[in-house]
């Protein structure tokens, strides 16, 4: 059986470097879910035609890490057809040997409920809105309202809203070097390979 690790959290809460972190730690696959959202988002049209028939190269398209792209991704993510469009490719995905690290918004509520693990990335909204700066070149300022209104979008709608599983490890990152974040988490990840 694969082994699971589901990674939830808010917008630039650390959780996309501690998946991939993760992932290379225990040689696992890795799978950044808000990339499938992104991608239907900037492919316009018609969101859920866009999710039925996303494509590789859909999701190797430029301009996917953009806050507008961000914005464009969690308003298709609220339409309930959308979402149930991208979940067969989320469980193939999770199903792969030896292991699979997903991250997004729902990954250990809906997606993957029966998770080895399940870990809640959360950091204050100043810290979160400075890295999103730092990473887009952009005004902490302009982030920070940006990333509020994305959290309120993705926690207040009625389909798989952003939130913790009741068995997750919650991981507040806003004080943590990348380094001790990731060490954290491989202790976690640990503490259930240790009890199998
Ligand atoms: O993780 P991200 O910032 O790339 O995600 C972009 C948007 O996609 C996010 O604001 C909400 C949506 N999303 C989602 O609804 N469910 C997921 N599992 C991942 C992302």
Redesign the pocket.
């Known amino acids: 059986m694969p082994f699971i690790i589901a990674i939830d959290g808010p917008?630039a809460s650390g959780k996309?470097t501690i998946a991939r972190a993760l992932a290379s730690h225990f040689g696992f696959h890795h799978l950044?879910?808000?990339?499938?959202?992104?991608a239907t988002g900037a492919k316009g049209g018609d969101p859920i035609a866009a999710a039925r028939g996303l494509t590789p190269d859909d999701l190797a398209r430029a301009g996917l890490r953009s806050a507008a792209a961000?914005q464009a991704?969690?308003r298709v993510?609220a339409i309930p057809e959308v979402?149930a469009a991208l979940v067969e490719f989320q469980h193939r995905f999770a199903a792969q040997e030896p292991g699979a690290v997903l991250?997004?918004?729902?990954?250990g509520t809906v997606?993957c409920p029966d998770a080895q693990v399940k870990l809640y990335v959360v950091a204050s909204d100043e810290v979160r809105a400075r890295r999103r700066a730092a990473e887009l070149g952009a005004e902490a300022t302009v982030m920070l309202v940006e990333l509020r209104e994305?959290d309120r979008?993705?926690s207040e709608r009625a389909t798989?809203p952003?939130r913790p599983a009741d068995d997750a490890v919650v991981l507040d990152t806003s004080n943590l070097t990348i380094e001790e974040a990731i060490r954290r988490a491989v202790a976690a990840v640990e503490r259930v390979r240790g009890g199998l």
């Open positions: 917008a996309g950044d879910t808000g990339l499938l959202y992104r961000g991704a969690s993510a979402r991250d997004g918004r729902d990954i997606i994305r979008r993705d798989a952003l």
